[in-house]
């Protein structure tokens, strides 16, 4: 076989989305899939949104845009990031992306690079340990903990801190335990990135799904202790239920924007034209389809969760944000039966057709991550099945332990 490039070898597919292929394929085949995989709102795109890119899309507004974005569309980020946090931004300071993706990508190729140490908390979303490394940096990974609800402490992030470190990436509500950062740690970690000149990426593409009343104004607490230092990246994808639609951005100093925007130029160039239309109607619309999803989860997250801890076998705590469990399962796994959680949601797949993704997709063995961004209908059945499944397996391992 020829050779790849090296960087091909440093990287894996992303496993998050290898699951939803898998209940696709399953699904053609005639499958009956319970999807507690995907990582998306199972809502359709709200009324307005969708009529803002049909009415681009009959105005023939089909054509380039500039690849950074259209003003109007980051006039309007701008707008919705001063109504949510109170802070301040530019045109300038802002770029148009496919998705919170490549935000992320175009702010860590433009600002990391090899030599450079990336910090970042683990369980993580696996996309920002491949990137670093697609920057040829390194990323560097501190461990949060199940039995402290894996709150992204100040103290674990700066213990990863060494001369070589570049940058933090902060992602919360994080993806997949649904834990939060508080203010006092963000601001802890700010202290130190202003000494030491660290870069702070926040990934905030959950930022709209927090259910309960916390303290989370990233943005302007940042802003106010070290803004040239901080590039916020965010998504139309969860809020509004639009990830089809690839429409993401990133927030920070105009230099890094424009490094970002030239790196953009020549890789994507713009965000489809229709897409920004209707990310602008997103943005600028009435709020309240936010407001209504987020209600609707938190009604399935509680049900959820009160589901599975019926079983004691099944450990989870109630996520503050996004939309996923993060449940432990290692009392199921035995050197005999199941040996992993990766064999778990194998075999929980083709003995119960419920998809879930493992926890080593998020260096978090012994756990696996359940979206509830699907209706309660789905997740009574698809908990019915979870249970059975583990009972079955729980029942056999005490056999063969006899
Ligand atoms: N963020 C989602 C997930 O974790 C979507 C898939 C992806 O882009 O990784 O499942």
């Known amino acids: 076989m020829k050779k790849l490039a090296d960087r091909t070898s ?5 496993p998050t989305m290898k699951v939803t292929a898998t209940v696709d394929r399953l699904r053609r085949e005639g499958v009956d899939v319970i999807d507690f995989g995907a990582g998306e709102p199972d809502f359709a795109t709200p009324d307005a949104i969708k009529a803002a890119g049909h009415a681009a899309l009959d105005a023939n507004f089909t054509r380039y845009t500039p690849a950074s974005g259209i003003a109007e569309l980051k006039r309007a980020i701008c707008e919705r990031y001063r109504a ?53 940096a390194t990323p560097v990974l ?40 508080t203010e006092s740690d963000m601001a802890a970690i700010a202290e130190v990135a202003v000494r030491q000149d660290i870069w702070l990426l926040l990934d905030l593409c959950y930022e709209r799904l927090i259910y309960d009343p916390a303290p989370h104004n990233l943005p302007r607490l940042l802003a106010e202790k070290c803004r040239d230092l901080t590039v916020l990246c ?71 969760h009160a589901w599975l801890t019926a079983d004691p076998r099944l450990r989870c705590q109630k996520p503050s944000g996004a939309f996923y469990m993060f449940v432990d399962v290692s009392e199921v796994l035995s050197v005999d039966g ?37 209706s309660v209908d789905n997740l009574r059945e698809g908990t019915r099945r979870l249970i059975e499944f583990v009972g079955r397996h729980t029942m056999s391992e005490t056999r063969h332990g006899q």
């Open 10 to 14: 440093r990287i894996a597919g992303s």
């Open 84 to 136: 949510e946090y109170g802070v301040e931004y530019a045109e300038s300071e802002v770029i148009v992306t496919a998705g919170g993706k490549q935000a992320l990508d175009n702010a860590t190729l433009a600002l990391f690079g090899p030599g450079d140490e990336v910090i970042t908390h683990a369980p993580y979303w696996p996309t920002l340990t491949e990137q670093i490394k697609l920057a040829d």
């Open 142 to 181: 501190v461990r949060t903990h199940p039995e402290d609800g894996f709150a992204i402490r100040a103290k674990t992030i700066l213990d990863g801190v060494t001369p070589r470190t570049r940058g933090i990436i902060i992602n919360s509500p994080c993806n997949p335990t649904g834990a939060l950062i």
């Open 234 to 304: 965010g998504s139309a994808s969860k809020a509004y239920a639009m990830t089809g639609w690839r429409c993401g951005w990133a927030i920070g100093p105009a230099n890094v924007i424009a490094a970002c925007g030239a790196i953009q130029s020549h890789t994507t160039s713009n965000v489809n034209s229709m897409a920004q239309k209707a990310a602008v109607t997103a943005l600028t619309g009435s709020q309240a389809p936010v407001r209504a999803m987020l209600d609707e989860y938190r009604k399935r997250r509680d049900q959820l």
């Open 338 to 374: 199941l040996r992993t959680s990766m064999e778990f949601a194998d075999a929980l797949l083709a003995e119960a057709r419920v998809a879930v993704t493992p926890g080593e997709a998020f260096d978090a063995p012994g756990f696996i991550r359940i979206s509830y961004a699907t």
